[in-house]
């Protein structure tokens, strides 16, 4: 757990950004197997993108949440519970596009589902990113001063590239 978070800048963000750059080479080309298509190709990197970005952002919460340079602390379990809510939505999401006529129609993973997931992604990104400042900063921090983290965390490769080399040094310790 420790070691994705030493890595240095450029593997962090080979790792992160492979995806990306795996469903750009997808919709250039028109790649088919014997029993995959296109869609299912990009459904099936999308699933091991979000996956491994959001395993990122989990590991880089608890270690932070740990840290004592950090003054904001956040309950573990309400920070897990929200990646793994995060999570299984962006699954629905890109399974429903693989699996559109047999996918079922409920309620529960059409309404609420998102909901909780848009309510995961504020709680995830609001306690991530104060965690990040106040590490920075030796201090307890408001919301307002951490705006720059919540955009940071959210614009994937560019946020990872400038995070990464920040987040090494606070957490070499």
Do not use: H
């Not at 999401?93 to 909901?115: M, Q, T, V, W």
């Amino acid at each position: 757990m420790n070691k994705i978070l030493t890595l240095s800048t450029w593997k962090m963000f080979l790792i992160l950004t492979i995806s990306l750059f795996l469903l750009i080479l997808n919709s250039i080309t028109d790649f088919k197997t014997s029993k995959l298509d296109n869609l299912a190709i990009s459904v099936i990197i999308r699933i091991i993108g979000i996956t491994i970005y959001f395993f990122w952002l989990l590991v880089l919460g608890l270690k932070l949440n740990r840290s004592s340079k950090t003054y904001f602390k956040f309950k573990n379990s309400t920070y897990i519970l929200s990646v793994s809510i995060c999570t299984l939505g962006y699954l629905n999401i890109n399974l429903s596009l693989l699996f559109k006529d047999s996918y079922p129609d409920l309620l529960a993973i059409n309404f609420i589902l998102p909901l909780f997931t848009l309510l995961g992604l504020v709680y995830l990104f609001y306690s991530l990113s104060k965690s990040v400042k106040s590490a920075q900063l030796q201090r307890d921090v408001k919301f307002g001063e951490c705006i720059a983290e919540v955009f940071l965390l959210f614009i994937i490769p560019i946020g990872i590239w400038i995070l990464q080399p920040k987040l090494s040094s606070y957490l070499r310790d």
